[in-house]
């Protein structure tokens, strides 16, 4: 077990894996979840599994280009990301669409945007930049920090807010925090922060009446099982119904127009129910997998941006889906974000994947991981091409006896 933990490229094979796992288990949950839904509303089953497969293919090709990119396109990619994060939030307090108490979508025709999605990517990466300059430069001093990030951060919390997104709005809080923590930020300032945003999360929930009735719900969810714990109360029964192996794939009851947004906040019941207590501990065994191989990473690498880089992306990730089984088990208030790789929904996916292709391109970057690409030669991909008379450069080999020679496209 120690020999595998120690190859140069077990973090990159792991991230690969486990995101490859997540993937397949949320295509079938997403067909199996929104098949009533969509026959009933579309009229055909496959009709949101359809969109989500799209979604899905176009993200791969997005992992994909990511992950071979090299890292300063990344320290790049975060300025302008940024601006176009800011510009989508602003745009969508003014065009976007109110949903159940939130305002964070846009709608072009049959194309949804939630703009706050890319945001999460936008603010790692800048984050992660400003603060690698700042300790190249020798010039981390903590008063330093309120500009600009601590202002970036703010500006970009408060334009979620303004769109009611408290979940999303708690996420980049994850994502900041975990900027700060890998930095070496002192104790003090962590809770100066916490203090602000618990303070910035009451005025919020005392001031709007739909949040004030999720944590009434939270608390006692039976009690208000007829209004807003019916979501709550019909996710625990789906939880409770799977016992330990499940009804079994496709026999959900509840996702017959009993819980509300099955395919997409609650998936994770529709999982409980059909797969049992074991599909849902696979779960969570593949997201701690994940961010164990994220932190891996974070620290096996030295450069000072991907290891701030591949810690926000953890935080982000794994701490989305913390909040969202906790909100499906009421360990947690309910705040309407998706399971990452699982849930419905393309805004959410791409920008993820997108993530993940980053770090598998940072998991390149551990000690040895080049040399053992090297020595693994061509990919599948690269031999395909070959096959086909389009290969690359030609390779020199050496045969058993010794003798060089140079082999081509066949």
């Given at each position: 077990?120690?020999?595998?933990?120690?190859?140069?490229?077990?973090?990159?094979?792991?991230?690969?894996?486990?995101?490859?796992?997540?993937?397949?288990?949320?295509?079938?949950?997403?067909?199996?979840?929104?098949?009533?839904?969509?026959?009933?509303?579309?009229?055909?089953a496959?009709?949101?599994?359809?969109?989500?497969?799209i979604?899905?293919?176009?993200?791969?090709?997005?992992?994909?280009?990511?992950?071979?990119?090299?890292?300063?396109?990344?320290?790049?990619?975060?300025?302008?990301?940024?601006?176009?994060?800011?510009?989508?939030?602003?745009?969508?307090?003014?065009?976007?669409?109110?949903?159940?108490?939130?305002?964070?979508?846009?709608?072009?025709?049959?194309?949804?945007?939630?703009?706050?999605?890319?945001?999460?990517?936008?603010f790692?990466?800048?984050?992660?930049?400003?603060?690698?300059?700042?300790?190249?430069?020798?010039?981390?001093?903590?008063?330093h920090?309120?500009?600009?990030?601590?202002?970036?951060?703010?500006?970009?919390?408060?334009?979620?807010?303004?769109?009611?997104?408290?979940?999303?709005?708690?996420?980049?809080?994850?994502?900041?925090?975990?900027?700060?923590?890998?930095?070496?930020?002192?104790?003090?300032?962590?809770g100066?922060?916490?203090?602000?945003?618990?303070?910035?999360?009451?005025?919020?929930?005392?001031?709007?009446?739909?949040?004030?009735?999720?944590?009434?719900?939270?608390?006692?969810?039976w009690?208000?099982?007829?209004?807003?714990?019916?979501?709550?109360?019909?996710?625990?029964?789906?939880?409770?119904?799977?016992g330990?192996?499940?009804?079994?794939?496709?026999?959900s009851?509840?996702?017959?127009?009993w819980?509300?947004?099955?395919?997409?906040?609650?998936?994770?019941?529709?999982?409980?129910?059909?797969?049992?207590?074991?599909?849902?501990?696979?779960v969570?065994?593949?997201?701690?997998?994940?961010?164990?191989?994220?932190?891996?990473?974070?620290?096996?690498?030295?450069?000072?941006?991907?290891?701030?880089?591949?810690?926000?992306?953890v935080?982000?990730?794994?701490?989305?889906?913390?909040?969202?089984?906790?909100?499906?088990?009421?360990?947690?208030?309910?705040?309407?974000?998706?399971?990452?790789?699982?849930?419905?929904?393309?805004?959410?996916?791409?920008?993820?994947?997108?993530?993940?292709?980053?770090?598998?391109?940072?998991?390149k970057q551990?000690?040895?991981?080049?040399?053992?690409?090297?020595?693994?030669?061509?990919?599948?991909?690269?031999?395909?091409?070959?096959?086909?008379?389009?290969?690359?450069?030609?390779?020199?080999?050496?045969?058993?006896?010794?003798?060089?020679?140079?082999?081509?496209?066949?």
């Amino acid at each position: 077990m120690r020999e595998l933990l120690g190859r140069p490229l077990f973090s990159y094979y792991l991230l690969a894996g486990v995101s490859a796992l997540l993937m397949a288990l949320g295509l079938m949950m997403v067909l199996s979840a929104s098949s009533i839904e969509a026959l009933q509303t579309r009229g055909s089953a496959f009709a949101l599994f359809g969109r989500q497969l799209i979604a899905m293919l176009l993200g791969l090709l997005l992992m994909w280009i990511c992950s071979r990119l090299p890292v300063r396109y990344f320290r790049l990619a975060g300025y302008p990301l940024m601006v176009l994060a800011v510009l989508g939030l602003v745009l969508v307090l003014f065009i976007g669409q109110s949903e159940l108490g939130a305002q964070r979508w846009i709608y072009i025709g049959e194309l949804t945007i939630q703009p706050s999605e890319p945001a999460k990517l936008a603010f790692a990466l800048w984050g992660a930049d400003l603060l690698a300059r700042r300790a190249r430069s020798g010039t981390m001093e903590w008063r330093h920090l309120f500009i600009p990030l601590i202002p970036g951060a703010v500006i970009l919390a408060l334009l979620v807010m303004l769109g009611s997104d408290l979940g999303t709005t708690l996420v980049l809080m994850m994502i900041f925090l975990a900027l700060l923590w890998v930095v070496g930020a002192p104790l003090r300032l962590f809770g100066g922060i916490l203090a602000v945003a618990a303070l910035a999360a009451v005025v919020m929930i005392s001031t709007e009446g739909y949040r004030l009735g999720r944590v009434e719900a939270w608390l006692d969810p039976w009690k208000y099982a007829q209004s807003t714990g019916y979501q709550a109360v019909q996710g625990q029964i789906a939880m409770g119904s799977g016992g330990w192996f499940g009804l079994g794939l496709g026999s959900s009851r509840q996702k017959w127009s009993w819980i509300p947004h099955a395919e997409s906040d609650f998936i994770f019941s529709i999982i409980g129910e059909e797969l049992g207590l074991m599909g849902t501990l696979v779960v969570v065994a593949l997201f701690g997998l994940l961010g164990y191989a994220g932190l891996r990473v974070a620290v096996r690498v030295k450069d000072a941006f991907v290891r701030l880089a591949a810690a926000a992306i953890v935080a982000w990730i794994v701490g989305q889906a913390i909040v969202n089984i906790g909100a499906v088990i009421g360990v947690v208030p309910i705040t309407g974000i998706p399971l990452p790789l699982v849930s419905y929904g393309g805004s959410a996916l791409l920008p993820t994947l997108a993530a993940l292709g980053m770090l598998l391109s940072f998991a390149k970057q551990e000690p040895g991981a080049r040399e053992a690409l090297a020595a693994r030669g061509p990919g599948p991909a690269a031999r395909g091409l070959s096959w086909l008379g389009l290969g690359g450069p030609a390779r020199t080999r050496r045969p058993a006896n010794g003798r060089r020679y140079v082999k081509g496209p066949t």
